[in-house]
């Protein structure tokens, strides 16, 4: 098993990894950001060129992790605690890891992934005021070192990402999920952790304006994985 300390320093073939065709790019933010967007965009360039990608997300990316994802965000009968909140959260990820992410770049596949560990960091760190010690702990456990190459980050404001979200709501596309209802002090304390994070890593995090045009934010990310090496120039 990584140690904690091997978890939290420089693993041979984790972020550090530049020489790579492939990569494993994990998209955060507040709901309504626009992940899914940038994403599909990236997707979409990525297969044009020829290239294996698998599209996958947290909480989810496998059977029995969409079964616990539906625990977490539901919005009827009992919400779990934040300690049973926070271990849902790892079992889920463990499952995913092991059983999708992990084996699709062994075989030489790109990994985009809507949300990772740093979710669980801003949500339950931040949100939920848990210690990031032991959430350090526990998403080394269930990544077993795993680090993304890249941490992409769509910075929103908690006024537009309450209009997003109400809008979709009002339209029908997308109910409130149990996350999306809580206080909007909940939301701004996730937002300043997720912005902690990036400062905290500024190489492996690139933080992008979430208000700005997907043209534009799609031309950022372009921008950075060609400093990557990972597109053509």
């Not at 309504?32 to 990608?53: F, P, R």
């Not at 269930?142 to 309450?162: F, N, Q, R």
Request: hydrophobic share 35%; glycine share 6%; charged share 30%.
């Amino acid at each position: 098993m990584v140690s904690l300390a091997q978890c939290l320093g420089d693993i041979p073939g984790d972020s550090s990894k530049t020489e790579s065709v492939m990569a494993f790019i994990v998209f955060e933010g507040l709901d309504g950001s626009g992940k899914s967007t940038l994403i599909q965009k990236l997707h979409t360039l990525l297969e044009s060129s020829g290239e294996d990608v698998v599209l996958t997300r947290e909480p989810g990316g496998t059977p029995l992790a969409e079964d616990i994802r539906h625990l977490l965000l539901r919005t009827k009968g009992e919400a779990p605690v934040p300690t049973a909140e926070l271990l849902l959260y790892e079992a889920a990820r463990a499952q995913h890891v092991e059983s999708r992410i992990r084996p699709s770049l062994e075989q030489n596949k790109w990994v985009l992934c809507d949300r990772f560990y740093g979710s669980t960091l801003a949500f339950q760190c931040g949100g939920r005021s848990i210690d990031r010690s032991l959430v350090d702990q526990l998403n080394c456990i269930a990544t077993g070192g795993m680090k993304p190459d890249l941490w992409v980050l769509l910075d929103l404001s908690l006024e537009e990402s309450l209009r997003r979200r109400n809008s979709r709501d009002a339209r029908g596309e997308k109910p409130l999920d149990r996350f999306e209802k809580e206080a909007n002090d909940f939301h701004v304390k996730v937002r300043d952790y997720y912005l902690k994070l990036a400062n905290e890593d500024i190489e492996n995090w690139l933080v992008l304006n979430a208000e700005a045009s997907p043209e534009q934010l799609f031309n950022e990310l372009q921008q950075r994985m060609r400093a990557r090496g990972w597109l053509k120039l």
